[in-house]
């Protein structure tokens, strides 16, 4: 099993920036990619951004630009910071080991409010 626990989040006014942060541990080597999910109220579960091993990324179209998935291998640490902050991005982030995959493990989350 893999354990992940984010940190990072917070209330930001529109225009502002966060860094999210997610520490993984556990069967670390079945870990290949990494990604963040956001969960807003009334809307479904969307990918914004995910990295793989060898850190080729990809985003959401509503956040290239203005977010950055990065990672250290050597602290099993994914981060995302997000620049240019929109009320829109208000949700809770989740941080996942293998999106997508059969076997996909999930960080309990962490809240991030954008006040206009």
């Known amino acids: 099993q893999v354990q992940l626990v984010e940190s990072g989040g917070g209330l930001v006014q529109a225009g502002g920036s966060l860094r999210l942060s997610c520490v993984a541990s556990?069967?670390?080597?079945?870990?290949?990619?990494m990604g963040w999910y956001r969960r807003a109220p009334g809307k479904q579960r969307e990918l914004v951004a995910s990295?793989?091993?060898?850190?080729?990324?990809n985003y959401a179209d509503s956040v290239k630009g203005r977010f950055t998935i990065s990672r250290d291998n050597t602290k099993n640490t994914v981060y995302l910071q997000m620049n240019s902050l929109k009320p829109e991005d208000t949700a809770v982030y989740h941080c996942?080991?293998?999106?997508?995959?059969?076997?996909?493990?999930w960080g309990q989350g962490t809240q991030v409010t954008v006040s206009s």
């Open positions: 996942s080991s293998n999106p997508g995959g059969p076997v996909e493990y």
């Open positions: 556990g069967s670390i080597l079945s870990i290949n990619a």
């Open positions: 990295i793989s091993r060898g850190l080729s990324t």
